[in-house]
């Protein structure tokens, strides 16, 4: 039982050690993205510390396992406590919900047969607000959740905004990014923390894809 369980688990923390692989099959790829996620992750405008809570929040929307490993090991030497990790996550799970409520107003157009061959205007966004009489209690408890979320707490609001907006990037959600880079700037982030940001948010996506290479790598072998 213990042997077929382990033949089957897809996912090991052993099977991180393989990822050096990669280099052999392909090496200037694998060391032109390492030398750019080691840049994207050192320390700039932002702290270590900081984008370092950006990777775990982006890590948790890729569902990336091996990231979450990671980066969680490096945000606890970087200085972070359990609770500031608890909440970047939290901004991130309001952040893929909120995507998803955002997209609403692409199905109320489309329900209504309403738009026109631009699905993403600004002013679609205004519809968000019929949720709360089509799906009331839905509606006002995830804003509650929402704004509890993104509300100081460990994290100041600016750091929250700057996860928010990372982790936007990785949703692709155009009203997310549009909203929380206002919310940002208002909190007192440069365009230059916003861009930082922005690149951890790249190396954690792309890093997701490289990480599961491991896997890839099994499957081969097979």
Do not use: W
Request: charged share 25%; with cysteine.
């Amino acid at each position: 039982m213990t042997t077929k369980t382990t033949e089957l688990g897809l996912y090991r923390k052993s099977n991180l050690n393989k990822l050096g692989e990669l280099a052999d099959y392909a090496p200037e790829a694998f060391t032109s993205f390492i030398d750019f996620n080691n840049k994207a992750l050192a320390e700039g405008k932002l702290s270590v510390k900081l984008k370092e809570l950006i990777a775990v929040a982006v890590a948790h929307v890729t569902g990336c396992a091996y990231c979450i490993e990671i980066h969680v090991n490096d945000v606890k030497k970087a200085g972070a406590s359990k609770e500031e990790v608890a909440e970047a996550i939290f901004v991130a799970t309001a952040l893929k919900a909120g995507s998803a409520l955002a997209h609403g107003v692409n199905a109320l157009n489309a329900f209504d047969g309403e738009g026109d061959q631009e699905l993403y205007k600004a002013s679609y966004f205004n519809r968000i607000k019929e949720f709360a009489n089509l799906s009331g209690d839905n509606f006002s408890s995830f804003i509650d959740f929402d704004q509890k979320a993104l509300k100081a707490g460990e994290l100041t609001v600016k750091e929250k905004e700057l996860i928010a907006v990372a982790v936007a990037h990785v949703t692709g959600c155009p009203y997310c990014i549009d909203l929380h880079i206002g919310a940002a700037k208002k909190a007192g982030a440069s365009l230059e923390d916003v861009s930082e940001a922005i690149f951890v948010a790249v190396a954690l996506k792309a890093g997701s894809a490289l990480a599961h290479g491991v896997n890839a790598l099994n499957a081969y072998e097979k």
